[in-house]
């Protein structure tokens, strides 16, 4: 028979392991869908499989010099599209408190509101047009 103290010397590791496990599949859905698309489709993605899930791009650039292809897409999105979940917000204070203002009507409506920003996905391409490499970048910070 397990005396009491020995069982729970078996369970808080096992515990924390199923805790640490919930915690880990929880994160990886908390991204845009474009993102974790983009995270599995790296290196492997060919540029007809991209159009297929993504549409046409934005812009299209070729070096001949790097024999490479970029892709720009231009989404306009929220903070909630970009963090489904809410996973940024977790440790802001700041946020959950102005939003409490908000609803009784004495919050920064500018922090409170989830307004639209313009965010550029620039996707490479190898010679063999496979996915190399994305990025997320607001588009005032993409050069064209």
Request: proline residues 3%; contains cysteine; aromatic residues 10%.
């Amino acid at each position: 028979m397990i005396h009491p103290t020995q069982r729970s010397h078996v369970l808080q590791p096992l515990l924390a392991w199923m805790a640490a496990f919930a915690l880990g599949m929880t994160l990886t859905g908390c991204s845009h869908w474009r993102e974790s698309y983009l995270k599995g489709a790296l290196k492997e993605a060919t540029q007809e499989e991209i159009v297929e899930k993504f549409g046409e791009p934005w812009k299209k650039k070729t070096s001949l010099l790097y024999s490479q292809s970029t892709w720009i897409y231009r989404y306009a999105l929220t903070k909630d599209d970009l963090d489904p979940m809410g996973v940024g917000a977790l440790g802001s204070v700041l946020q959950v408190t102005n939003s409490i203002a908000a609803l009784i009507g004495r919050g920064n409506n500018a922090t409170a509101k989830n307004k639209p920003e313009c965010f550029h996905y620039i996707l490479t391409f190898n010679q063999a047009n496979v996915l190399q490499s994305w990025a997320r970048e607001a588009c005032a910070d993409t050069t064209l």
